[in-house]
């Protein structure tokens, strides 16, 4: 696999059902862009379950957004306050061959 290329990652639920791809170079990037779309907080993360497209490995992450100041240097049509997401890795498992 080349250095810089893009891996697919589908989004499982807790009954395995899978929806929505991501794409990202390391699982911790497609995670991010999954928590920017959940309702988690700090206090409450959601799971955020990952399979890797063509494989059995299942990245686990607890995800969650806060709402930050945006930089100095934003746009003009950025507004005052923006989402930022968190992830934390908390592991992976492998699925069971079907």
């Not at 697919?8 to 059902?17: A, L, M, P, S, T």
């Not at 899978?18 to 206090?43: C, I, Y």
């Not at 930050?68 to 923006?82: F, L, S, T």
């Amino acid at each position: 696999m080349a250095e810089n290329e893009t891996r697919n990652f589908v989004v499982r639920d807790k009954n395995g059902k899978e929806h929505g791809v991501f794409t990202g170079k390391q699982p911790r990037q497609a995670a991010l862009k999954v928590a920017n779309r959940g309702k988690g907080t700090k206090s409450k993360p959601d799971t955020i379950r990952l399979r890797e497209r063509g494989t059995n490995k299942v990245h686990v992450f607890k995800g969650w957004k806060d709402k930050v100041d945006a930089p100095k240097n934003k746009p003009e049509w950025m507004p005052d306050k923006i989402n930022k997401p968190f992830v934390k890795k908390q592991g992976i498992e492998k699925l069971e061959k079907a």
